[in-house]
């Protein structure tokens, strides 16, 4: 079904590389608070913002971040983490939904480094909930625990290539992805630094965003240099399931609905917010009676490998990238680097 959602543009007057909703107290609660953090200023910045149920959202605090914020991810519902071109990786107290309730309550700092000391840029953060997994352009994966000052563990991919994309497929799995191309599965049980290798496409191209199913961890989105949204089957890593372009320059981030997961979210370096939607194979197998619900099967069913997707530019493209998208409920908040913010309201999932 087409999305008939209303949309915000509300200039910020700074580029905005990251935008992240803070957790909701419950599923049923309306999203309302969201952060951001700039890159390519003198002074970055990380920002709490309140986004009503309509007009432009409302800045309510502003902290300096020391380099370009490159990823947010929330660790808990009172925590964020912050990954910096300066290798470091800040840890943000985000303990309510008043003014003035930000604040740093740690820093790993130049956890990112090349072998000469100098600091590598950290160009991707997640978490478990526990603990984070941070990766940069020194080609190492780090895993950190709040609280520590040290890191966790540190793990050398083996590679000289830049790890751009990490995110957890279960507690003690996590996946990343490189500029070459390479998706690396790691067990992080593992006392050896082995890890199931497979690759986007043989031409090397890179990946910036790998997305996680919510309730079915196997099934994997990456972003890739091409414009195209790659489907992964984690249980199969020979080849990619499917891969279909929406995109007409490089997609830089994938984002799944974490409560309609029929529905993936994508921007890309072209401008364009994209909704991708296969919740038409979700219904049509509950009929046929394939496949429990659905969930299971929805983004690998057949037709979804023939590129049977329905897509929809939300944000049709334009002359300046847009860096980064997230959702909640039906709220969709987005960034780019014509230093606007926008809100789309009333997103339709089927």
């Known amino acids: 079904m087409p999305n008939s959602s209303?949309?915000?543009?509300?200039?910020v007057y700074s580029k905005i590389n990251s935008v992240r909703w803070k957790p909701s107290a419950s599923t049923f609660s309306k999203p309302e608070i969201f952060i951001s953090g700039s890159w390519d200023n003198e002074d970055n910045k990380v920002c709490v913002w309140r986004c009503a149920s309509e007009g432009d959202p409302q800045l309510l605090q502003e902290i300096s971040h020391a380099g370009d914020v490159s990823d947010i991810t929330y660790i808990s519902r009172d925590t964020a983490a912050v990954a910096s071109s300066n290798g470091s990786v800040s840890l943000y107290k985000h303990?309510?939904?008043?003014?003035k309730n930000l604040s740093l309550s740690q820093c790993f700092k130049h956890a990112h480094h090349f072998q000469s000391g100098s600091q590598a840029p950290c160009t991707s953060v997640a978490s478990d909930g526990c603990l984070i997994a941070t990766v940069g352009e020194d080609a190492r994966l780090l895993l950190l625990s709040p609280g520590q000052h040290e890191p966790h563990r540190i793990i050398d991919s083996?590679?000289?290539?830049?790890?751009?994309?990490?995110?957890?497929?279960?507690t003690n799995e996590v996946?990343?992805?490189?500029?070459?191309?390479?998706?690396?599965?790691?067990?992080i049980r593992k006392a050896g630094n082995i890890p199931t290798?497979?690759?986007?496409?043989?031409?090397q191209e890179w990946i910036r965003d790998v997305s996680c199913h919510p309730s079915q961890q196997h099934v994997v989105a990456a972003a890739g240099e091409a414009g195209a949204l790659t489907l992964w089957d984690m249980r199969n890593t020979t080849q990619?399931?499917?891969?279909?372009?929406?995109?007409?320059?490089p997609v830089l981030e994938a984002r799944f609905h974490r409560n309609s997961p029929d529905h993936i979210f994508t921007c890309g370096l072209d401008g364009q917010l994209v909704h991708w939607d296969v919740s038409y194979h979700s219904a049509r197998s509950l009929l046929e009676g394939t496949g429990g619900g659905g969930l299971v099967t929805s983004w690998l069913h057949p037709s979804v490998a023939r590129g049977d997707v329905t897509t929809t530019a939300l944000i049709n493209a334009g002359p300046l990238p847009l860096n980064s998208v997230d959702v909640q409920g039906d709220v969709a908040v987005a960034a780019?680097?014509?230093?606007a913010l926008f809100v789309l309201r009333n997103l339709v999932m089927c």
């Not at 780019?336 to 230093?339: L, M, T």
Request: hydrophobic share 30%; charged share 20%.
């Open 240 to 249: 990619p399931f499917t891969s279909i372009s929406a995109h007409s320059a």
């Open 95 to 99: 303990a309510d939904d008043t003014n």
């Open 6 to 11: 209303s949309i915000t543009k509300s200039y």
């Open 175 to 187: 996946l990343t992805g490189s500029l070459q191309g390479h998706l690396r599965l790691w067990d």
């Open 197 to 203: 290798v497979t690759m986007i496409t043989t031409d």
């Open 336 to 339: 780019s680097d014509n230093e």
């Open 158 to 170: 083996g590679s000289d290539s830049s790890e751009y994309a990490v995110t957890f497929i279960k």
